[in-house]
């Protein structure tokens, strides 16, 4: 199994700032991922945070908009960019060791909410 | 595209009670199948798994089947207690790659 480290855990932000979460985890994972769950509904994948590349981001989901970084295998961070009310969700970092057909972990998630 | 259809909550249910939540998924290949849990003010936790055609997953005394002839992944216990209300997720993984696809999530209220 995997502990993720995910901060902060919750944020009240003004609308047109900027976030950075952080992600960290005990053991080196080859896959990284970052998910949103917004008010009442299911998680949605955002993107997959690449180790020394750039992420690969699902449709709707656009670079300008959650930019993510992934120095190394322990650690990655989203930045929600120009925030408005809408972007109000938990954000998760989710690890897999990468091998077929593993569970993923999570962390605890961050709960952002944009006034 | 991979889909994962859950039924839709909330279930509420009496201590004692049997308990089905429905899952059925759509998906290319021969997807791996998870039901996870999310406790109130908590993140996700794996409940159980199955990677392959009738395996049966279980945990805490919750059960669940992988049925490819159905595809569908039904999560059961056959005595639920107050301390399961919870969020429970249905999802599935592309066997190439980890990340997941949900299920819109069903709220389970057991009160006693």
């Known amino acids: 199994s995997a502990v993720i480290s995910q901060k902060p855990s919750r944020d009240i932000c003004q609308r047109g700032t900027s976030l950075t979460i952080q992600c960290q985890v005990d053991?080196?994972?080859?896959?990284m991922f970052w998910y949103r769950q917004q008010p009442g509904q299911s998680l949605t994948l955002i993107a997959t945070?690449?180790?020394?590349?750039?992420?690969?981001?699902e449709s709707g989901f656009v670079i300008d908009k959650f930019p993510i970084s992934r120095p190394n295998l322990t650690f990655s961070t989203l930045t929600v960019s120009n925030m408005s009310p809408e972007d109000s969700s938990i954000y998760l970092c989710?690890?897999?060791?990468?091998?077929?057909?593993?569970?993923?972990?999570f962390g605890q998630g961050t709960r952002l909410t944009v006034v | 595209g991979d889909s994962v259809t859950q039924m839709e909550g909330p279930v509420t249910l009496s201590e004692e009670a049997f308990l089905t939540i429905n899952c059925t998924y759509t998906?290319?290949?021969?997807?791996?199948l998870f039901w996870y849990v999310q406790y109130p003010g908590e993140g996700l936790q794996l409940l159980l798994k199955?990677?392959?055609?009738?395996d049966k997953g279980s945990n805490k005394g919750f059960e669940a089947t992988y049925r490819k002839e159905t595809t569908s992944f039904h999560l059961e216990k056959g005595s639920v207690q107050v301390s399961d209300s919870a969020v429970y997720f249905c999802?599935?993984?592309?066997?190439?790659?980890?990340?997941?696809?949900f299920g819109t999530g069903t709220r389970l209220q057991v009160t006693l």
């Open positions: 199955a990677t392959k055609a009738d």
């Open positions: 998906a290319t290949g021969y997807p791996s």
């Open positions: 053991s080196q994972v080859t896959m």
């Open positions: 999802a599935l993984s592309d066997p190439t790659a980890s990340k997941l696809t």
């Open positions: 945070a690449n180790q020394g590349s750039e992420a690969t981001y």
């Open positions: 989710s690890v897999s060791p990468g091998q077929t057909n593993t569970e993923a972990f």
